[in-house]
């Protein structure tokens, strides 16, 4: 595994990057500097001597996290302290919300004609993946719609990025039902379904929810989440959009992403083909970088505890739909109810549970809890607004 390490310092005021990497034995290192949201950088000679950092240089980083500040963060550059902690607002020029850990991953699916394919066949280039079912009254055909029309967008642009539907409705969603429901929106969307097992695997691949509701056979209504993940092949997940952001917002943002990962690649490519005369060595480079960037992917930040500010947010919202008549005995009772919420921020109803109560009992507590349960449901919204990296810390509360 070859090492590669980031340094972030600022030279005159022109923050810059310095990617220092190891490649078949063989030493290099490219510094980048950002203006805007482009990259500009030049790789140095393959044999040199790395040449002293800046005296205010951060502390290097493991390989798989200082690729993934390069290539995922995508011309994002940063002061020493936002590398060491969470992702802060000069890591995010391209509008990024989160670190890469544990979302993403293979898939084997049908397409609309009954055809398998797997996240290989479907993932050839940047692509929007979506998660929801046919017979969706409403928010799956809203959300895909805004999908394809931020992919529009980036055609525009002479980008070329690709939405996929994926239901989470294998029963009624048969291939050639999928086929229907996607032509209706748009001819480029690609729609898949395939065995439960099949979208049971590709939902926690990407730790999306769904549940089917109960009610007729025919007519029943799925709860699933409404993230689009934005993937490349190769580095995988880079982002995440919520559904309430604007088609035009989505596409500047992965236009954003594209044009940081090209400039990046255009960068190594360029130099190393001026330096060796071939494209051996860029193609080295970028093998290493993918590399490194698996590694960041393998290396997820969700054991991150919660700040007591996002505790004490969360708990304030809940409370503030608490309602219980001051009169009544429940009002002295206090409750622990435990409840489980899915990746985007909203409680599974069924998993609400009493933990255990203080200061009555019987119906009294029956009332307080029941009032309780009512809080944490109406005060969700579309999802409280948790951070998606430290999924496994809230997802059950």
Same mark, same amino acid.
């Given at each position: 595994m070859p090492f590669s390490s980031v340094w972030a310092y600022e030279v005159e005021g022109d923050l810059r990057t310095?990617?220092?990497?190891?490649?078949?034995?063989?030493?290099?290192?490219?510094?980048?500097?950002?203006?805007?949201?482009? @990259?500009?950088?030049? @790789?140095?000679?393959?044999?040199e001597p790395t040449p002293e950092f800046p005296e205010h240089e951060s502390d290097t980083l493991n390989a798989g996290f200082g690729a993934f500040l390069i290539l995922n963060e995508r011309g994002a550059f940063t002061e020493p302290k936002d590398i060491k902690g969470s992702i802060s =607002?000069?890591?995010?020029?391209?509008?990024?919300?989160?670190?890469?850990?544990?979302?993403?991953? =293979?898939f084997t699916l049908l397409d609309a004609y009954g055809q398998t394919v797997t996240d290989k066949d479907v993932i050839t280039g940047p692509t929007l993946i979506y998660f929801g079912y046919s017979l969706s009254p409403d928010v799956t055909p809203i959300d895909l719609t805004r999908n394809v029309q931020a992919v529009d967008l980036l055609h525009q642009k002479g980008q070329?990025?690709?939405?996929?539907?994926?239901?989470?409705? =294998?029963?009624?969603?048969? =291939?050639?039902?999928?086929g229907d429901f996607v032509s209706q929106i748009d001819d480029g969307l690609m729609g898949l379904t395939g065995t439960q097992v099949q979208v049971e695997e590709a939902v926690q691949a990407y730790r999306a929810y769904y549940r089917r509701q109960s009610g007729d056979v025919e007519s029943y209504l799925v709860d699933h989440s409404t993230f689009t993940y934005l993937v490349f092949p190769e580095a995988g997940f880079v982002e995440f959009f919520r559904r309430e952001l604007p088609a035009e917002e989505v596409a500047a943002r992965v236009g954003c992403l594209i044009d940081a990962a090209n400039s990046i690649e255009g960068v190594l490519e360029s130099d190393s083909r001026e330096q060796n005369g071939s494209i051996d060595d860029a193609n080295a480079i970028a093998d290493a970088l993918r590399n490194a960037l698996k590694d960041a992917q393998k290396g997820s930040h969700s054991q991150t505890p919660l700040t007591q500010g996002e505790v004490d947010g969360f708990r304030s919202t809940v409370q503030d739909c608490w309602v219980v008549d001051v009169g009544s005995p429940a009002a002295d009772i206090t409750v622990t109810v435990g409840f489980d919420m899915d990746p985007t921020g909203r409680v599974v109803s069924s998993s609400v549970r009493l933990l255990s109560s203080e200061g009555g009992s019987g119906s009294d507590v029956d009332i307080a809890f029941r009032a309780a349960r009512r809080a944490i449901l109406r005060c969700q919204g579309d999802g409280y607004p948790l951070p998606i990296s430290k999924y496994d810390n809230w997802k059950s509360s």
């Open positions: 310095r990617l220092r990497l190891v490649v078949n034995g063989e030493r290099f290192h490219a510094d980048f500097r950002c203006e805007g949201q482009r @990259l500009f950088g030049d @790789l140095l000679a393959w044999n =607002p000069s890591l995010q020029a391209c509008g990024v919300n989160t670190e890469v850990g544990g979302i993403g991953g =293979p070329d990025v690709t939405a996929v539907f994926i239901s989470v409705d =294998p029963d009624r969603d048969k =291939p050639s039902v999928i």
